[in-house]
């Protein structure tokens, strides 16, 4: 089966839906003109032999022409970064009793990952004047809702998948009644560790963030689009509905991670509006990517099972466009992205630039 579509990446999809607020000052603040990457494809059912080829790091990169990215020692600052937020959630999640549901949500929250949306989250506060400090109860809470999806989406009435980031998955060492309940705890606790924990932030935008953490995690964000993405196994689904699908299971938290972020450290509407814009490109990207991964690498490569939406029949970008149009999908995507950080200071955006090409460019 072949289908035809055309993606406006984000000046005519589902990302596009959501406009800046009526800002009196737009007009004498500079912001650089969206652009569109209109995308005339014939995108055709392809057999798994087609999809199998090696992705190297450079490919997305190199499908269009970026300007070269800021100096600035990512993986230190990644390094850095990670490590202080995994300090935090170690303290934050402590051993008590009941023992057995704070080891289950211990085993998952601590089992390593890049801590990508925690990353996220105090890189924006920082591009906007913010620091480390009042954005890591934010950062936290993010890693804790994502640890949840994880631990739910594996289990056995949903993905049941029996590895992740490299270990046996939550129900498979607690079972599946305790995994349920460490997500359920883990979920009600981030939003607990931001109202506790954000003191020195004002009220007003503390509960800002929280909003949008709970937008990005409800029925309007992550578990929409879990739902749809469950409700269209085996079934045809268009680029569009596919978009739309991801927008909402993985866009949506990583667009509150940046926002949040954002938030606390005090940008104002614009400043937010833009690093919005910026986060739904790299969040949609970042599932391109995944989509990539999943069929050009091993299980072992990805810490968790290969292969997997190609035996349960997902639509998946490399399925519906074939592997090189995902490519330059996830390519238009990155330089989206990195027009929308041209409005800030680039000193001060160089992690969100880097961020969004470790995204395009990971591995794993």
Request: proline fraction near 4%; glycine fraction near 6%; charge should be neutral.
């Amino acid at each position: 089966m072949a289908i035809s579509a055309t993606i406006h990446s984000y000046c005519n999809s589902v990302l596009h839906n959501y406009p800046i607020s009526d800002f009196k000052t737009l007009s004498k603040i500079r912001v650089l003109p969206l652009k569109e990457f209109p995308m005339k494809i014939k995108a055709s059912y392809a057999a798994h032999s087609a999809l199998v080829q090696p992705l190297q790091a450079e490919e997305i990169v190199k499908q269009v022409i970026i300007p070269p990215l800021p100096i600035f020692q990512f993986e230190e600052y990644m390094t850095s970064k990670a490590k202080r937020v995994n300090k935090a959630l170690d303290e934050t999640v402590q051993l008590r009793h009941p023992a057995k549901i704070h080891e289950a949500m211990r085993y998952s929250l601590l089992a390593g990952g890049k801590r990508v949306r925690p990353v996220l989250c105090i890189a924006s506060c920082e591009l906007v004047g913010g620091d480390e400090s009042s954005a890591m109860p934010v950062a936290c809470a993010l890693e804790m809702i994502h640890t949840m999806s994880l631990v739910h989406d594996d289990l056995p009435c949903m993905d049941n998948d029996d590895f992740r980031r490299g270990k046996p998955t939550n129900h498979k060492v607690f079972g599946e009644d305790t995994a349920i309940l460490a997500g359920d705890a883990l979920l009600s606790l981030a939003f607990e560790h931001v109202a506790a924990k954000s003191t020195k932030i004002s009220p007003g935008r503390v509960v800002r963030a929280i909003a949008e953490l709970g937008l990005a995690v409800g029925s309007e964000g992550l578990v929409a689009g879990e739902i749809m993405d469950i409700d269209s196994e085996g079934k045809d689904v268009s680029l569009n509905e596919l978009e739309n699908i991801h927008v909402h299971k993985t866009a949506k938290l990583l667009e509150a991670a940046v926002v949040c972020g954002a938030i606390i450290g005090g940008g104002n509407m614009i400043e937010v509006e833009r690093v919005r814009k910026y986060a739904r490109c790299i969040g949609l990207l970042f599932q391109v990517v995944d989509d990539i991964l999943d069929v050009t690498k091993s299980s072992k490569e990805l810490g968790k099972t290969a292969g997997k939406d190609l035996v349960s029949d997902k639509a998946t970008y490399p399925k519906l466009m074939g592997i090189e149009n995902a490519r330059k999908f996830a390519g238009d995507l990155l330089a989206q992205a990195t027009e929308e950080l041209a409005y800030f200071e680039v000193a001060r955006a160089a992690p969100l630039y880097h961020l969004a090409y470790y995204i395009a460019s990971r591995q794993h």
